[in-house]
């Protein structure tokens, strides 16, 4: 079966979708706040109106294939650790702005410990594996793996639940002639329980003798901070737990140190959780570089279990990526995966190059300027707008010295295919063709010392969708929307 054509719409129908659609959001925390926002009023967050076919097979694929990512990333950073680390070291060389200092506060830490053992060896990876589908084949290409503050888990679930309404309501019937799935249930993303769920099972495996709490350390005036709620709201819920909030200039003052252990100063309750959903981009170190630096050698140095560990951040560097794409690292990290495990990896990888002196790089820096049109520049950096894309590449490369081209990897382009959906951003609603991004989270607790794994699961899906004339995907950052699946 493949999906039917997109339904056209009268004026009238658009009207009476689009009031269900934005009363709906704003009834159920389907939302963000506006740039610059003035608390609290937040807007229906940037959506499309059905959900968008997906193949049932590459969804399946990129389930599959989540708990083996979550494995391989935690290996570098436990069994490979001694490999990893002279990797990161010259990569810090070239971008010290940024991997070097995180390079610098995971040794500070480790030196300042007692011992010079970090105390907590226990690490929370909350990931997310990103593709898009691959517009001839149908498998799935992947785009990058997220270590560090994953977003959108809890928005994914909400538009689950409204693409669900708006299909029991009757709405999509009443307003259309036919549907373009047939489908009566639209799946719904359990990411907000499941995301929970893991900071919940780390919290239990840290033993407080008293009840403890989950920090999130998050950006002054986010934008999205709803999505971060509906986490929060799932871990007192579902698991009795308390969370707080601070940004990292606040650590200092409203946290405090009792025997290594990380206390809220305000109420003393035990910290056995900080979940990083800021730290992840120079910009968020960058108005007061020596408090913020600090808070978070201090929370690094604390016996709260980091989710991510600043190594675990640094695993999910673009660079690593690149260096993974081979069957021979991927053997070495990962010793226990199978034939066929190794085969679905594979299957999800484009070519992605060095920009080095290796006959590699060298091949590659001849392909950015023969056919920049086939291929994505990434530097080491999070969270969007940081890529230069296709025609841009010669003359960017051109711009700096050719001894930092190294601190950059030349990723193919992936071209998935388009689908008509519309999509509703800031009330207006907009018909173009859209291209989707679909992300897998997993949640994986381990022992950073011995490589232990006490449990690895997925935990739900994301779809992100954006006009497919514009190169980046990010919602926050204003370049696309939050999407749903249906499969077929
Ligand atoms: P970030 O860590 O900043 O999110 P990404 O690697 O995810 O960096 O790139 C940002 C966006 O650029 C992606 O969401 C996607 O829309 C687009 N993009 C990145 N790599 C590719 C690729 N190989 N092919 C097509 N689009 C890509
Ligand atoms: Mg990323
Ligand atoms: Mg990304």
């Known amino acids: 079966m493949s999906p039917k054509d997109f339904p056209s719409l009268s004026e009238s129908q658009i009207g009476e979708l689009k009031e269900s659609l934005l009363q709906w959001s704003l009834g159920n925390g389907l939302v963000m706040y506006p740039p610059n926002f003035e608390p609290y009023s937040a807007n229906a967050a940037p959506i499309t109106l059905f959900p968008t076919p997906l193949p049932k097979s590459s969804f399946i694929d990129a389930q599959n294939v989540q708990k083996i990512f ?39 830490a480790i030196d300042e410990s007692p011992d010079k053992k970090l105390l907590q060896p226990l690490s929370l990876g909350l990931f997310r594996s990103d593709y898009m589908v691959h517009q001839d084949t ?13 977003s959108f888990g809890g928005l994914s679930t909400k538009i689950g639940q ?17 549907k373009y799935y047939e489908d009566e249930e639209i799946p719904i993303s359990d990411s907000s329980d499941k995301l929970a769920k893991g900071l919940a099972e780390a919290n239990t495996h840290y033993k407080s003798s008293s009840n403890s709490v989950i920090l999130f350390i998050v950006q002054p005036k986010e934008r999205n901070s709803f999505d971060q709620r509906h986490i929060e709201y799932a871990l007192l819920n579902n698991h009795d737990i308390k969370s707080y909030r601070l940004t990292l200039e606040e650590v200092t003052s409203k946290t405090t140190i009792k025997n290594h252990k990380l206390y809220i100063k305000s109420t003393m309750d035990e910290v056995s959780v900080v979940y990083y959903r800021s730290g992840y981009a120079p910009t968020d170190y960058e108005v007061n570089p020596e408090k913020t630096w600090e ?37 070495k990290v990962l010793p226990t995966i199978t034939e066929t495990e190794l085969t679905l990896l594979l299957s999800t990888f484009v070519a992605i190059y060095p920009l080095d002196d290796t006959e590699l790089g060298k091949k590659a820096k001849k392909l950015a300027f023969e056919q920049p049109q086939n291929f994505v520049l990434k530097p080491q950096r999070e969270g969007g707008g940081n890529n230069i894309y296709k ?40 018909t ?16 950073e010392e011995n490589g232990e794994i006490l449990s690895n699961e997925n935990a739900g899906w994301l779809l992100r969708s954006k006009f497919s004339s514009s190169n980046e995907g990010g919602v926050a950052a204003g370049f696309g929307c939050v999407d749903n699946i249906y499969l077929y």
């Open 70 to 108: 979550n494995e391989l990333y935690i290996n570098l950073v436990t069994k490979q650790k001694s490999w990893l680390l002279p990797i990161l070291e010259n990569l810090s060389n070239h971008d010290k702005e940024f991997t070097g200092k995180l390079y610098e506060t995971y040794t500070r």
């Open 138 to 150: 149908n498998e799935i290409k992947q785009i990058e793996f997220n270590t560090v503050s994953v």
């Open 162 to 178: 409204l693409h669900n309404y708006l299909n029991k309501s009757g709405l999509y019937d009443s307003s259309y002639s036919y």
């Open 295 to 331: 808070a978070r050698l201090l929370l690094e140095k604390s016996t709260a279990i980091k989710c991510p560990s600043v190594l675990t951040q640094l695993s999910g560097a673009k660079k690593i990526q690149q260096i993974l794409t081979t069957s021979e690292i991927i053997k």
């Open 391 to 430: 025609e841009s590449i010669p003359s960017f490369l051109k711009s700096i010295d050719e001894k930092e081209w190294e601190a950059y990897i030349l990723m193919e382009i992936i071209n998935p295919p388009n689908h008509h959906n519309k999509i509703i951003r800031n009330n207006d609603i907009y």
């Open 432 to 447: 173009e063709d859209i291209i989707s991004e679909l992300g897998i989270f997993g949640t994986i607790l381990f022992n």
